[in-house]
């Protein structure tokens, strides 16, 4: 059912209405099948493996009103997955950057700060650090290049200091 969803998402032939009412139901589904810690699984495996390896590009191909909703849903799934079982997740992120395109960048940078964002409250502990490390270590010197290209390096620096 979530495979179907995505498509029906992603079809730009569909009325925009039905795609944005399949994005939010979508995005609800994710929120209360996803991370069932206890439960009987609600979604495939199988699906899963399926919907994280299409909604980075579903994320920054669609207009952006639906590309909230699938980076709410992205970032769901990454609170429950990342990255622990979504190791390829930030390699993705990163290698959708684009030094042109806006739109794709906003998108990403939005949906990586949501993904991010969790570990600011956090309590500290070595395994918080070293996610924290695999983050910065992936994200920092691709994130200061777009900025190199887009803005001046200063701002890029102390940006990428003071976001993480």
């Known amino acids: 059912f979530p495979i179907l969803l995505l498509k029906l998402i992603s079809d730009d032939s569909v009325d925009q209405t039905l795609r944005m009412a399949g994005a939010v139901y979508f995005k609800n589904y994710i929120k209360r099948h996803w991370d069932n810690e206890g439960e009987v699984d609600k979604i495939a495996e199988q699906d899963r493996l399926e919907i994280k390896n299409q909604i980075v590009q579903l ?63 956090a309590f500290r502990s070595d395994d918080l650090f070293l996610v924290i490390k695999y983050v910065l270590d992936l994200f920092c010197e691709p994130y200061l290049q777009l900025f190199q290209v887009r803005y001046t390096p200063k701002l890029a620096y102390i940006t990428c200091l003071f976001v993480y």
């Open 59 to 121: 994320m920054i191909t669609v207009p952006e009103k639906l590309q909230l909703q699938i980076s709410d849903a992205l970032s769901l799934i990454a609170e429950a997955d990342f990255p622990e079982r979504w190791t390829s997740l930030l390699p993705e992120l990163i290698s959708k950057l684009s030094p042109t395109d806006y739109r794709v960048n906003n998108g990403i940078l939005g949906t990586a700060h949501s993904i991010f964002k969790r570990w600011r409250s």
